[in-house]
């Protein structure tokens, strides 16, 4: 089946550079660029076997990449200081992002995990101003070593936040789940620990680099005969891209670069994304590894153009 075009900008998206929706988490970082992996303790709150796996060092990117992140997301990135009395994307430090797996037609359920720089009582009543504003009825729980605040009215998500600034967004079971990976006490079963083996085993391939993703093959997986899609931004003097597709079979990955040659040759044709014409597919057996170096004033462009609606 021919993906359509909103398929296949998602499936290069994913390839090239890992959720782009994930940009605002970095905007503001101050310190000078180097690549490091995310730490260990926030990586073990994430729930053995996600779907999904997104990790952005935001302590890692450097002021100049902030500046071009903030122009690529229109300025409005963040606006919480007038109802918090502080911009809490500013304590970000380390973000992981997880999508658990889901059937078929299920809206799956997500978490977003963060280290910061946060004190406790100030996240509560920022959220609770949040919720407040919106019309709702901000309530406090006490989960372990988290406080929590929810909405009462639309308890649809909920956050959490450590005394050592560990911050949880999340909603349902996957929220428990996330409190008690976090805490140690997140048992899985044998299905998940070894697709958390899978993940572990690809984000060796595309580390060391700022923002690492790898996805897994469940339903609705984008690409058919793919098991697996993993993809990395190093941010440096450069830009590095890399990115890894796992096929269940050599024809699989031959049929599965046509795919990606054919969106890429349509991506480039747009204004901001003509310098991912240098990016290279190299087929070896049943895998695809991707490489690509682009200069490091395309970022805000390139990113510009992967946000459009």
């Not at 929810?150 to 909603?171: C, H, N, T, W, Y």
Request: charged letters at 20%; a positive charge; one cysteine or more.
């Amino acid at each position: 089946m021919t993906p359509s075009r909103a398929e296949s900008r998602l499936t290069w998206l994913v390839l090239v550079l890992s959720l782009a929706a994930s940009v605002w988490l970095v905007v503001h970082a101050k310190r000078a660029p180097r690549a490091v992996k995310a730490a260990p303790s926030l990586l073990g709150a994430v729930p053995a076997g996600p779907a999904l796996l997104l990790t952005v060092d935001v302590a890692a990117l450097g002021e100049a990449t902030a500046i071009e992140l903030l122009r690529a997301g229109g300025g409005a990135l963040l606006g919480l200081r007038q109802t918090c009395g502080f911009e809490p994307l500013l304590g970000l430090r380390q973000v992981a992002f997880a999508l658990p797996l889901a059937e078929a037609g299920q809206t799956p359920d997500f978490a977003l995990i963060a280290q910061t720089t946060l004190d406790q009582e100030p996240v509560l009543r920022c959220a609770e101003a949040v919720i407040r504003k919106r019309g709702g009825n901000p309530v406090r729980s006490t989960l372990g070593d988290f406080r929590s605040v929810r909405d009462q009215k639309k308890p649809l998500g909920e956050i959490a936040i450590r005394s050592d600034g560990l911050f949880v967004l999340s909603g349902g079971q996957y929220f428990r789940d996330v409190v008690d990976a976090a805490s140690g006490r997140f048992v899985a079963d044998e299905a998940a620990r070894e697709r958390a083996r899978k993940h572990a085993a690809l984000r060796r391939t595309l580390e060391p680099a700022q923002l690492v993703v790898t996805l897994l093959d469940g339903p609705g997986f984008p690409v058919p005969g793919v098991h697996s899609l993993g993809a990395s931004l190093g941010v440096g003097k450069d830009l590095e891209l890399r990115g890894f597709v796992g096929c269940y079979s050599a024809a699989g990955c031959g049929e599965a670069r046509l795919v990606f040659e054919k969106v890429k040759a349509e991506l480039t044709q747009e204004p901001g994304l003509a310098s991912l014409r240098d990016t290279k597919l190299q087929l070896d057996g049943a895998a695809l590894e991707l490489t690509g170096h682009l200069p490091r004033e395309q970022l805000g462009p390139l990113l510009a153009q992967l946000l459009a609606p």
